[in-house]
């Protein structure tokens, strides 16, 4: 049996950009991550809204926690995101990222960026399932 807490819990002590967003870990379980961190001005592009990548490595993390749940080390080999809306300093967001699909060598996830209620980004990925486990 898995023990996600601990495995996302490991991930995060050795996280150093997720630590630079300051990810808050909401929510953890077998094939699904919640996370959330509030948008700070170093954040922002030149036009005063967040930077798509900041949005982008919210979700990133998500999709990681959520992929490593199962146990299994599991490593991204193809994402994509969607920015819906404009997002400024000072708005808290949610990723919640929740296995769709998953086979003994892949893994398909989909992340929903959220600004309370209202959908920011659309994140897709696909993990490769090493066969490596996390020592916990």
């Known amino acids: 049996m898995t023990n996600p807490e601990k495995i996302v819990s490991q991930m995060m002590a050795k ?5 630079w967003l300051d ?16 948008v700070r001005e170093e954040m922002l592009n030149g036009h005063q809204i967040m930077h798509g990548g900041i949005s982008y490595s ?12 199962h ?3 599991a490593v991204s080999i193809e994402t994509s995101i969607n920015h ?3 997002v400024f ?37 696909v993990v490769y399932r090493k066969q490596e486990e996390w020592k916990i």
């Open 15 to 19: 996280d150093a950009f997720s630590q």
């Open 23 to 38: 990810v808050k870990v909401d929510e953890v379980r077998e094939g699904f991550a919640q996370i959330s961190m509030t």
């Open 58 to 69: 919210l979700a990133d993390s998500a999709f990681a926690f959520a992929s490593n749940t």
């Open 71 to 73: 146990g299994r080390k």
């Open 84 to 86: 819906l809306k404009p």
């Open 89 to 125: 300093a000072g708005d808290r967001l949610t990723a919640t990222a929740e296995m769709e699909s998953l086979s003994r060598s892949v893994g398909y996830y989909l992340v929903r960026v959220k600004r309370e209620n209202d959908l920011v980004g659309l994140f897709k990925g």
